[in-house]
Structure formats: structure tokens, C-alpha cells
DNA sequence: TATTAGCACTCCTATTTGTCGAATGCTATC
DNA sequence: GATAGCATTCGACAAATAGGAGTGCTAATA
């Protein structure tokens, strides 16, 4: 479709204006294309007709277009060879042999954050499908106590509990008992399901105060269920884009990135490493995500990264890539 | 020291100021002192002199200095009476017997950022002086096991653990047993030391794989220890404040709110309920920090909040007193 | 036919200028 | 001591101005 030089003219002004975030003005272009700046206009007009490219106003320089972007990521852009020091810094993190893989994501995501300047997002599997492995009771004193609920693919949670009338150990115990004979094996989801139909029944029968304890771990175990697991480092890189030096922008943003739903959005469906520029995204139309799933035991994460459209394409992919690969 | 039409003025201009955030003219405040507007003047040219208000430029209208603020707060502020929905959303939490009062605090601080538009912090107890209660153990498949530390006070971390060897789970057993049998007890800021000096020694004699296990564990701990227990809400609200309408202000706010040191510096120190305006804290010479300890069994947290200098001193006064008192 | 030089044109940016209104401080008077 | 009145100051806004960066187009050139 694109000649050669149109094919590095538009090379040109992506990568240019990816380093800058100013319009790239034909001028500027004349060495590198080894061509006259009308000439060089005379192609950019073209380009602009074919939607690769903008200006901002109708003397300015030109922008990458959307569109112009989409074409650079899918045919123009080449992987970028790391350096040596971000080889070094993620390197520290795959060879401690003794970090479980959702704690060398973690770490590695929090490394490209600050490599890169974007935001790193790791949207952890849900536990909704893992089953219960053990629940655990340990009283702090007469009245609180903490219950631990482990599932089989490893994810803990905890929380304490308060008991609104004195309950004897012992049918605390009786209680844990019945619930790890009767639920352990049972999917997350279900959980409230089996303690209401199952384990209520037959604790009313021979625990005493079973209401109380019954409620306390039903709220316990809802509570899991419904946690959800996502951290995001170097949220605060996107306020010191250039593009977004206006508060009205700045407040979207950082109000997208509080809202938990939003974010979970987040969740990577397709396979490879996908990059949705601007409106190809459901955060913002300012934003580009680059996003890829990993498997871990046959739970699938998500690993995204958030920067502006004009982000650094071929070294955030290249890094993504190393990541995959290292995790496996 | 201020004659009563003068404490009138002050309190109109540093209510007034929290208000609409713009300086008050002395003809606006003409109906509410029953005087002229030449009469005002004069008494505002008072106490400017004092230095209780200041002029954005030499014919603006006048705004509360620091100071103007630390007399009202001092002598003029009224605790505020609470609207029933104020109350009514607090007392759900309150009456929920079932909840742990580090839950209760959290709630109730995330109502309060709701209620105010602030920024809200709580700042749990640390587990420096926590003694070991528990560790627990369970294998998660051959290579990974989760291990759980549980804490006299209640706390509860957990980690994931890979294993670079295979080890038998009999050795695991021993050496947890071990654990619990030479380390319970101990205040977690000395784990490390007892773990290096009593348990590794003799874990050495009759466990294989020794060393996999110890560093297992050791990282483990040392996790743990250095778990800061931090929980934010409504940060975004401070850039919603119209005094921080530029984005140089807003990145610096944010900055410091990313920053771990700079947030634990919150706790507080002396009794009651504590007013930090502008520079008198230090976290930023344009934001109020309002704090109060809370005691959870012997162990003291912090509770905050952060708006802006013009702040609602007398509601937010009120509302944290509330929780104070229901604390209790 | 592709390239280029040259020029008119557009629009952004920054600076200046002027006007209006909202305040103030001061003075003379009540 | 309180107030009316007036000159004064300054911010906010709009209009005017100048400079510069960049474009599109046309005609000449290789």
C-alpha cells in the first residue's frame, strides 16, 4: 500500500513525535528522507489522505492519526533489542528461584513500570473457581477470632471475626471441623451455597450457639469470594505525560483508574500480546493498553500496560515479550 | 484580644472562605455585621495587621491566613452538630457487632471520605512488636506450599513459597513444627535472630534440605515484618479542591500520596484529636492534616484526614469525635 | 514525471493595550 | 466611632499587534 519512502516517512513521524509529543513539521524530515520539504509535504498530504496522519491545525505539523498508529504497530514497527540494564533488572527478578510466578509478575510489572513510565497493571486469576483446601480458626482472644481459608491453587485469605456472645472453644472447633469435612473440595462460588444448605442444618443440631457462628463465617467466606485481586504500579506516570497537562484530563483519568470495574475491564481474552490504541479501548480514547494473559496452573492473569497513545510501541512489546518467555 | 465584631469578622471570612474558596469583600459581609462596608474595611485593615487575614493582591478581597485559621480553630469554631444521615450511615457500621474494630475503623474512615470529600487515612498498628502466634503450613503441589504466620494480636500474613528442590513434605512438617515449637512467642521484629541462631542450627542436624527450607521461611518473615499496614480513601478528592486547579499542584499532591515514607510519617503522636494546618504538618504547606490515635487492644493506629487549609474544620472535628467516641 | 524553489497564506503564540468592575485605603464629615 | 465618597489598584477579559512556524500551490527544473 505505502511506497518505501512514504513506508519510512511515516516511521519517521511516529517515532519522532512519540519522543517529542510535538507536530513534526516537513522541515524537520529533509535530512533524514534526503529530500526537499516540499517534497516531503507533497507526501505528507497524501499520507493525511489516506488517514494516517493529522494536524492539529491547518498550518501545523502533523500528528500520527489513530489509524496511522495502528498501521506502524502492524507493519512498520521492529521489536527493539533491550538494553543491557533493563536485561539486568528483570533478570534479578526470574532468576530468585524461590518466587512463586504470580510474585515474579508482580515484581517484573513493577520493574517495566519504572522502566517505561507507564502504568503496569496485574489482574491476578480469580479465585471464584478454586476450591477450598482447608479453613483454619485461631482465637486472638474470648471473643475475636481469625479464620483463614486457603483454596487448592494456593490464594489465602483471612479475616477477623468478631463474636457478638461468648462462644466455648470447643464448638468453635466442632464447627471448623464440620465445615472442612463438608466444604473442602468445593468451588469458591458454591461455597455459600453449601455452608446455607448443608452445614447449617446440622451444626443447629449440636452446636449451641450456631447462629453466631454461622454468620461469622458466611460473612467470612463472602468476603473472599468477592475480593478482588489487582495491583497497579506507577498509577501517577500518566499525570506527567505532556498530553495530559490539563486537570479536567488528569481527573478522568485518575477517576478511571480508581474504579475497580474499569479496571477489571482490563481482562485479556485474545491470545499473544493485543495492543488497543485510543478508541480500540474501553478506558480512554487518549490512551493506549497493551495487554497479554498468562497462565499460572491453569489460572489465567492478565498483564497490561497503560501509557499514552503515543507510547514507546516496539520497546514496551519487546519487554511484554521478555516477560512472557521468562514466565515459562 | 479581638473585640466581638471583630471574632465575628474572622469567622464570617474563614467561614465564608471554606465556603466558595474566594476572597470575601468587605461589602459582602455588610448585612451580616449590621455596618457599613468602610466600617469593615477598617477592622479588616485590624487584623491584617495582626496577621489573621491576608489580600491576594493590594485591592483583592481578604482571605484567612494560617494563622487566621489556627485562632479559629483555637477560639471561634463551634463543634457542628451532625445531620441525621450523617449519623444514620455511621451507625450501620457501629451496630454491626460483628465486625473487628480495625474493620470498623476502616469503614467507617471510607464513610467519612465519602461524607466530607477529604482524603482519609488509617494507619493500622505496625506488627514490629506483635509476638508469633501460629505458623501453618500446607502444600499447594510438590514444588509450592503457602506458609501462614498469625500473630498474638490477630494479624495474618501469608506467602507463597517455591521450593528450588524437592522436599519431602515430612521435612517440611519437622521444620514447621520446629518453628512453632522455638519461635512462638517471639516479637516479630527479633524472628529473624531467633530463626538464624536457634532454629537453624538444629534444623541442620535432621533435615535434609535444610537450607531450602530456612530461606523459605526466612524470606517469609522478613516479608512480614516490613508489611506496612496503610489504607487510603478518597485520594482523588484533593483534586477536585478548586485551590488545586493546576497540574503542577496536583502531581505534587499526588506524589507525596504514593509516597509510603511520607504517608507513615502521619502517625500521631499526641493525645486527642490534633489540627495540623498547612505548615504545621508535613506533608504539603497547602493541605490541613487532622489526626487522632486509636487503641486496639494495647496497640495504637492512627487514624487522618487530609483536605484542604479551608477545610470544614468544625464537621470534620465533629465527625471524627464521633468515631472516637463509638470506638469505645 | 518527479523534484524543488518560492511565495502567499493560515494560524499559533506571546505581548501589548485598553476597558470594566470589584475591591481597597484614605479623608472629611456626621 | 461610624460612614459616605472618591481616587486608586489590580485582575479578568477582549482586542490588537507582531513574529514565526508551517502549509499548499504554482511554476520552473532535472
Redesign the interface.
Known sequence: MLNERQTELLKLIVEDYIKTARPISSNSLCKALNCSSATIRNEMALLEEIGLIEKTHISSGRIPSEKGYRYYVDNIMKPKELTGEDVLKLQQVFQN???????AISKSMEIISEITNYTTVVLGPSSQDNRL??V?V?P??ER?L?A?V?T???H?Q?K?????ENVELNEIKQTVDLINKLVIGTPISEVSTTLEYEVKPIIANYVKQHEVLY??FY?AFSDFASASNVQMNG??NI??QPEF???EK??EI??KF?DKEIINSIKEEGNGINIYIGSENDIDEDLTVIKTKYNN?GEEGTIALIGPKRMEYDHVVTLLDYIKQNLE
Chains 1, 2 share one sequence.
Open positions: 528461584k524461590s518466587l512463586v510466578l504470580t510474585d483446601t482447608k483454619e485461631v486472638i482472644t475475636e481469625v483463614i486457603i487448592d491453587k494456593g489465602v483471612h477477623n471475626i468478631m463474636l457478638s454468620n461469622a460473612n498509577r501517577k499525570l506527567m497537562d490539563n486537570t488528569i481527573r485518575i477517576n480508581d496452573n
